[in-house]
């Protein structure tokens, strides 16, 4: 059970990682490299 639940856990902690990864990699391609975390969508 307790195995389980670690798996469990790392995996939640995995998919969050990747999530998080996915959206700063689509700021960036958005800002084209440059103030994509300031102002990428609309300047």
């Known amino acids: 059970r307790t195995v389980a ?3 469990d856990l790392s995996f ?3 998919t969050y990682q990747l999530s998080m990864v996915d959206s700063m990699s689509t ?3 958005t800002g ?3 103030s ?3 102002s990428g969508e609309g300047a």
């Open 12 to 14: 939640k902690c995995l």
């Open 36 to 38: 994509g975390f300031d």
């Open 5 to 7: 639940r670690t798996g």
């Open 27 to 29: 700021m960036v391609v």
């Open 32 to 34: 084209n490299g440059e």
